[in-house]
Every structure is written in C-alpha cells, then in structure tokens.
C-alpha cells in the first residue's frame, strides 16, 4: 500500500512578512561524527574525487570539515549543515539530539507567521496509515517505512536558494517520528558525503508530543477533526499488519536501490 497524503502534501510559502521569533531555549546539538569521520576517509581514499586534488586542496577541504564541525559544536542554533540558523524556535524535548517545536509553534508556521523564511514545508506523518486516515495535520504526507524515507529524499528536489523545511512527527513523537527523522538524516550524510557538512534538508524539525499533542489544542489543523490511537481496539488487525510490513521493508532495505517514489504531492499555496 502506498504512503497515503492528503490533497496538501507540499507547502509552498513565498513573500509574506517577517514574523519577529521569540528567544527560545536551544536544544543540545548532537555532533554528526559518523559523518565526518566517512567524509575524511572518502577524501584520503583513491576515490575519482581525490585524485584531482593537490596536497594543499586536501589540507583546505579537511581544515573546512573541522571548523564546520567546531561552529556547530558551539552554535547549537545552526542548521545542520553550520550554513545558517534554524528559522522555528526550538525547545529541548525528550530527544535531546533532535530539533524540537511546540504544538504551538507548528500551529504558527501553518497559520503563515514564517513564510518569509520557509520557501517549501513538508510535514511527515510517520503513523500507519488507518491512524493518518482517521486525523492527520492539513498538508501532511504519510511515510511510515524507511523504504518510503528513501523514496522521498531521492525524488525531492532541493536547492541551496531555497529553504525547504521538514517537520516529523508520529502519535506521541516518542518512537517512530525521531526514528524516521534520524534515518532520513543518515541517507542525507550518505548522499553528501564527499562534501560534509553540505545536506539537502539541512533544517529539520520533531513536533514535540505528537499528533495526540497537537490535536488536544490546535484540532483546527486537522483533517478531519479527529483522533485514532495507534492501539485503538478496532484497528488492531491492521496494527498487527502493518507492524509485520514495516518490520519486513526495514530489514530488506538497501539504500543504495530506490525505485519510484510513493503516493502523488501537489502544493498549497498560502
């Protein structure tokens, strides 16, 4: 069954006022070392991209790798990739290597108080589909398996001119959302990895608490208004069913063969 999304999909904002953002406290940044580390050796292997390079190049590009790499081990603000700071104001949420926003917050940046900031949004349900079908965030996509994480990165296009922001979350944003979000930024450090700390979504955010959070206080941005628990007692064959499919697509998944991209993305234009 394919990622199911609603007729929203992909946020496109453009030319709206500045929202003024409040001062926030930061969350503890989570140094992407794994990163490096593969980014350093692939620059000292025999790879086709070291051979052009002279021993002054590689001593540029490593040095740069370290000063990215220092900048965001003490400018917790920044983006991912140190090229800028984040645009949503962050708490520190349970996972404390993540970036987190308050229900609050998500509301905002539907509502438009950041659309001079945000050129596309892509919200990511990671719940099972009969839990999205039963209320869902406006614009939302449903992507559930890693498999369909793939898909997504590798048929987004992205710009550097452009900030194309992703927000995950799942029921409670305590498992399956984080799981998601740090899989897709695995893929992202794979896909760049002789150019770290370069990513294509450097700016990536975790709705802290959940759709369940969301939908006691923001119900208004759901579609339809309402709620379906992941263990809800009629949903519990297709609890059972897409369980064992998720489990079987994360244990067959090979990052390195994609087919074509789940489900159909249109834009909402503010």
Not at 149 to 169: G, P, Q, R, Y
């Amino acid at each position: 069954m394919p990622p199911h999304t609603s007729e929203y999909s992909v946020v496109d904002c453009e030319g709206i006022t500045r929202y003024s953002r409040r001062r926030c406290v930061p969350a503890k940044r989570h140094l992407d070392f794994d990163g490096l580390d593969k980014s350093v050796k692939r620059r000292r292997s025999f790879g086709f991209s070291e051979a052009a390079e002279t021993p002054e190049q590689k001593e540029r590009s490593i040095e740069s790798i370290i000063a990215a790499v220092e900048r965001l081990s003490t400018e917790p603000r920044l983006v991912s990739d140190g090229s800028r700071e984040n645009m949503l104001p962050t708490i520190l949420g349970k996972h404390k290597d993540l970036n987190a926003i308050t229900p609050e917050t998500m509301s905002r940046v539907l509502e438009g108080a950041f659309r001079d900031s945000i050129d596309q949004l892509t919200v990511i349900d990671c719940r099972y589909p009969y839990e999205f079908e039963g209320g869902h965030i406006k614009g939302a996509v449903n992507l559930y398996t890693k498999q369909a994480i793939d898909e997504f990165i590798h048929n987004s296009a992205t710009s550097s001119e452009k900030n194309h922001v992703l927000i995950f979350h799942c029921e409670f944003s305590s498992e399956r959302g984080p799981k998601m979000y740090r899989h897709l930024r695995s893929l992202d450090r794979e896909l760049n990895i002789d150019s770290y700390p370069k990513l294509n979504f450097p700016e990536i955010y975790l709705l802290e608490g959940g759709y369940k959070a969301f939908y006691e206080t923001q119900s208004n941005h759901c579609l339809p208004q309402s709620y379906t628990p992941m263990l809800q007692k009629d949903h519990s064959e297709n609890l059972r069913h897409f369980r064992v499919k998720s489990k079987s697509w994360a244990a067959g998944d090979n990052p390195r063969q994609r087919s074509r991209a789940h489900g159909k993305q249109t834009k909402l234009c503010f």
